[in-house]
């Protein structure tokens, strides 16, 4: 799909789409992140975004590691998280 974001009504459609349709907002996230973790310059940006605006996110992505990585000595941060 070949879109081109000239107006804010073309924008909000999209954007409607994306709260619409979980698949086309999946692909979507997905596609922004390979963007940001090819370039580490966007990579710290988008990292330094999700913990400054995206606290919620960032929480379950450190649980969620520090759930895989329990028993790992590698992660202490993590490992407070799982005893509260």
């Not at 000239?6 to 619409?20: H, P, R, V, W």
């Not at 580490?40 to 969620?64: F, G, Q, W």
């Amino acid at each position: 799909m070949e879109r081109k974001f000239n107006d804010k009504a073309t924008k909000d459609a999209f954007y409607q789409e994306m709260e619409d349709d979980e698949n086309l907002l999946m692909e979507t996230i997905g596609v922004a992140l390979n963007i940001a973790i090819s370039d580490p310059t966007i990579n710290v940006k988008v990292a330094d975004m999700i913990v400054e605006h995206y606290s919620p996110l960032y929480m379950a992505i450190m649980v969620r590691i520090g759930t895989r990585k329990k028993s790992d000595d590698t992660l202490p941060c993590c490992k407070d998280l799982l005893n509260e």
